[in-house]
């Protein structure tokens, strides 16, 4: 139980365009699903908390306009990244929690973003 | 922002020896989790510590919690290869009063473990 997918899990676009990365709790509700961008060899860094049906909270430092966080259903958020450039480039990976207040999170496989 | 230091970031040991890692954090706790990561993968949880709990077992991994020091270690026990990964601690905001229990992870230590 308790899983949690990504799609797609990996992808090339061109510089400018926008891609679209989903993320899916598969057996369970997620009331809360989160963000997170990872650069090789280093820590996962938190974009974004994400609820169902209201808006997604962004740490310090992250563009809202730039990564459009959607979290409509309980099932699935999708994280959508704007006129991409190559310094968007990373890894980036999203998780589920099935109840407020759960300590434990469970983490989608990533994705692989790489923009040329 | 990262809340855990993890040390050493990478630790290279023969199958069968013990692997110890590290992680410090800077603020209050409620719980102390620990993750594992293959390469280019997702993460998998390990072990989730409380701040009332010092000493947690599951299989092979002992997990220490010295919340004075704010401090923990995560041994591995008779590594095997497959124990190679990436390993972070994370600490999550209930502990500053949050209600998101947004996740904040360590540097990681990368752990290879030669057959």
């Known amino acids: 139980g308790a899983v949690v997918s990504q799609h797609p899990s990996w992808v090339i676009c061109k510089s400018g365009t926008s891609v679209k990365i989903e993320c899916r709790s598969l057996?369970?509700?997620?009331?809360?699903m989160f963000w997170y961008r990872q650069f090789p060899k280093q820590s996962l860094m938190l974009m974004a908390t994400?609820?169902?049906?209201?808006?997604?909270?962004?740490e310090q430092g992250v563009e809202k306009d730039k990564f459009l966080i959607n979290h409509a259903s309980l099932t699935l958020s999708t994280l959508t990244v704007t006129s991409a450039h190559p310094e968007d480039s990373s890894f980036y990976i999203c998780?589920?929690?099935?109840?407020?207040?759960?300590?434990?999170?469970?983490f989608g496989p990533g994705t692989r973003l790489t923009v040329t | 922002s990262q809340q855990g230091e993890e040390d050493p970031q990478a630790l290279s040991i023969q199958e069968g020896e013990n692997a110890t890692m590290n992680c410090s954090y800077k603020t209050s706790i409620n719980n102390l989790q620990w993750y594992r990561q293959n390469s280019g993968r997702g993460l998998v949880h390990l072990i989730l510590?409380?701040?009332?709990?010092r000493e947690k077992h599951s299989g092979r991994l002992r997990v220490t919690l010295d919340t004075s020091k704010k401090s923990s270690s995560l041994l591995i026990t008779a590594s095997r290869a497959a124990d190679t990964a990436s390993y972070f601690c994370?600490?999550?905001?209930?502990?500053?009063?949050?209600?998101?229990?947004?996740?904040?992870f360590g540097r990681g230590t990368q752990l290879t473990v030669w057959p």
């Open positions: 510590i409380r701040s009332n709990e």
């Open positions: 998780s589920a929690r099935t109840l407020a207040g759960e300590r434990e999170q469970y």
């Open positions: 994400s609820n169902e049906g209201s808006k997604a909270t962004y």
């Open positions: 057996d369970f509700q997620a009331t809360t």
């Open positions: 994370a600490t999550d905001d209930y502990g500053r009063g949050s209600t998101l229990g947004r996740l904040y």
